[in-house]
């Protein structure tokens, strides 16, 4: 049986993660870049398609170029967060993410899904206390008509 200390650092690591996963997709909507990466840890691996970005570096100079192609509207939409604690620094988990998004400014009509992927994730928790994602991989699930793929990969439509 757990002891309450054991039952309260579960109950904090499982709310320090969903906090992730919700400041990702509230930075990744209204663009604040620099408060993104720092969500992932210095090694981190982030994939979608065939493209792969490694280390927060690269990462950084995925979100600088999408944000660069000019105005953009999306909004990502995460639920089911499924969690597995490993260890006191180490968790797994997976979340399904729906994406609304517009090349374009808001208001957009109609409202119709870009995507619905999930996202396979691996965590960390780093030297300062802040969990991190060190692995995430987003899985194309339902995909729109439109949707050509993710920003910067190397072919069309995973």
């Known amino acids: 049986m757990a002891t309450e200390t054991q039952r309260l650092n579960l109950l904090e690591t499982r709310l320090a993660l969903e906090a992730l ?3 990702f997709c509230h930075f990744l909507d209204h663009g604040d870049i620099e408060a993104l990466v720092e969500l992932f840890t210095e090694d981190a691996v982030y994939t979608h398609g ?6 927060r570096t690269e ?3 995925l979100f600088q170029r999408r944000g660069s192609a000019g105005p953009r509207t999306a909004r990502h939409l995460y639920s089911c967060l499924r969690l597995q604690v490993e260890s006191e ?32 994730d691996e965590y960390r928790r780093c030297a300062d206390g802040r969990w991190r994602i060190s692995k995430r991989h987003i899985e194309r699930i339902f995909v729109a008509a439109n949707n050509q793929g993710p920003v910067g ?4 439509r995973n």
Not at 105 to 120: G, K, N, Q, R, S
């Open 21 to 23: 996963n919700t400041d």
């Open 50 to 55: 065939s493209r792969r970005s490694s280390g």
């Open 59 to 61: 990462i950084l100079t």
């Open 89 to 120: 620094d180490r968790a797994s988990g997976t979340s399904v993410c729906l994406t609304f998004a517009f090349d374009g400014t808001a208001p957009i009509v109609p409202a119709e899904p870009h995507l619905v992927a999930d996202f396979i």
């Open 153 to 156: 990969q190397t072919t069309a």
